[in-house]
């Protein structure tokens, strides 16, 4: 079954510090891995994505991902944490286990990312 | 652009109740779909689209309908509202049915069955 997995619910991080907020998946074709932030009540922004091509792949407000095929991770870093990067982020996968040419999009169960000034 | 609209943003519903979250989107995507956010969950996929016409379950598909009559819209209808349903609901659309451009979000409805 396909799956992706955020294993912290939390991250507490110091403003200007490095960041790391952890994804791993298992799917049975090529990895479609997306990030996502949320910010209280509102929807889902996109950060970042990998389809193919190089693994470390940067996206807004400065955030990055390394696509990490045989530890099946994709891990989302920043360089320096600033308060305003406090949200829920979300990462998610497509799910092969359908149509090839119709997609579903699972997505892991969130992390909440908390920068003390 | 406006975007991907979803109207209520609150709604409060009595067990038994039916009504039809609306949602609507102007950037011509083929892929619509609607997900239920609960805490310590993340995002489940509740129904999808990928076109006028075609819709498919998701992974919550029990006590919901929907219809995609045009590329713009796709309305999610609870049938008969139990206190289960009691979640944050979000529409959201993509350019490609193919699962690898990202998904333009709404900004929820809050339902509430009491």
């Known amino acids: 079954a396909q799956s992706v997995a955020q294993p912290e619910d939390q991250v507490n991080v110091a403003e200007g510090n490095p960041l790391t907020v952890k994804c791993t998946y298992s799917?049975?074709?090529?990895?479609?891995l997306f990030w996502y932030v949320q910010y209280p009540n509102r929807g889902l922004q996109f950060l970042l994505k990998y389809i193919t091509g190089d693994n470390l792949v940067k996206g807004s407000y400065g955030f990055e991902a390394e696509f990490n095929k045989s530890q099946t991770s994709f891990h989302l870093k920043k360089p320096s944490a600033l308060v305003s990067d406090s949200a829920l982020y979300f990462c998610?996968?497509?799910?092969?286990?359908?149509?090839?040419?119709?997609?579903?999009?699972?997505f892991g169960s969130g992390t909440r990312l908390s920068i003390r000034p | 652009n406006a975007g991907v609209t979803q109207t209520p943003k609150f709604q409060v519903l009595k067990t038994g109740q039916s009504m039809t979250l609306q949602c609507a989107q102007d950037?011509?995507?083929?892929?619509m779909s609607w997900y239920r956010q609960d805490p310590g969950m993340g995002l489940r996929l509740i129904h999808y689209s990928v076109g006028a016409g075609i819709t498919d379950q998701g992974e919550v598909p029990n006590g919901y309908n929907v219809s995609r009559s045009t590329t713009e819209d796709f309305p999610l209808r609870l049938l008969s509202a139990a206190p289960s349903q009691t979640s944050v609901y979000f529409c959201a659309s993509s350019y490609s049915i193919r699962g690898d451009t990202e998904a333009f979000f709404g900004q929820g409805t809050r339902l509430t069955v009491v």
């Open positions: 950037m011509n995507h083929e892929y």
């Open positions: 998610a996968v497509r799910d092969w286990g359908s149509y090839s040419s119709a997609s579903k999009i699972i």
């Open positions: 799917v049975s074709g090529n990895p479609y």
